[in-house]
């Protein structure tokens, strides 16, 4: 019989995958107006390097394919939001998004292997490098739910803070938490006990301002706005799974 952690795992990845298809509407949008228009490239491509990281990871580390497989589709699916933006991209902004993509999804993830299998011998110490490394990016990644949350006490507007988004931060923070507490997996843990305090700390302001009457909200942008919200909420399911 199979242990408890391999059901919470696959319930994360059924919650990481929905998370990571978040966007798709977003760029719907982008390929039926052929245009990135203000949408910033960042957030996927910062999904796109953790990723891969949290896919090497797992597969290093003993126990823990249930992380390079939800990884693993995070990265197919990124590689693909990416593509899009270097396609639609404005002329001016195309050569600058290159440069990232090169420098964050190939240059880092292939100097942070090599440097980890260069320096250890030890297949553990090499995958605990990796977790490191991973678990360190993805709590900064976290500055985006922190901003989230700023405006929506600045505003006393949860407009650009969507329910569901916050929801399934908090969900998925909590599924895998769970799952690292299980596996004794302290990479892990660390950034979903850090996701799940912040998607509570989401839903609390959701409900203390869901009926709150707005101020100094301006409805320019708005779409744009929730859209890039979305990404940026992506970018941070790599630590949640």
């Known amino acids: 019989m199979a242990e408890p952690s391999f059901y919470i795992g696959v319930i994360g990845n059924v919650i990481s995958v929905l998370v990571f298809l978040s966007p798709v509407e977003t760029f719907w949008k982008i390929v039926k107006r052929r245009s990135t228009e203000e949408y910033k490239s960042l957030p996927y491509i910062c999904t796109l390097l953790g990723s891969s990281l949290w896919t090497y990871y797992g597969i290093v580390t003993p126990g823990e ?3 390079s497989t939800v990884n693993g589709f995070g990265a197919f699916v990124e590689t693909i939001y990416v593509s899009l933006f270097l396609f639609y991209a404005p002329r001016h902004l195309k050569l600058n998004t290159i440069i990232v993509v090169a420098m964050l999804n190939v240059f880092f993830p292939i100097v942070a292997i090599v440097a980890t299998r260069s320096a250890f011998e030890d297949e553990k110490m090499r995958s605990q490098s990796i977790g490191f490394i991973s678990a360190g990016l993805n709590i900064i990644m976290y500055g985006s739910p922190l901003s989230a ?8 507007s949860v407009k650009y803070m969507p329910f569901w988004l916050s929801f399934f931060l908090f969900l998925n923070g909590a599924i895998w938490a769970v799952y690292a507490s299980l596996q004794h997996d ?7 006990g850090v996701g799940f305090v912040f998607g509570t700390m989401q839903l609390i302001l959701y409900g203390i301002y869901r009926n709150a009457k707005p101020v100094g909200l301006s409805n320019g942008g708005s779409e744009i706005a929730q859209d890039e919200e979305e990404g940026l909420t992506s970018s941070v399911v790599p630590l949640l799974s």
């Open 65 to 67: 394919y249930l992380v």
């Open 149 to 156: 949350m700023k405006t929506v006490v600045t505003t006393k």
């Open 186 to 192: 302290v990479f892990l843990l660390v950034p979903n």
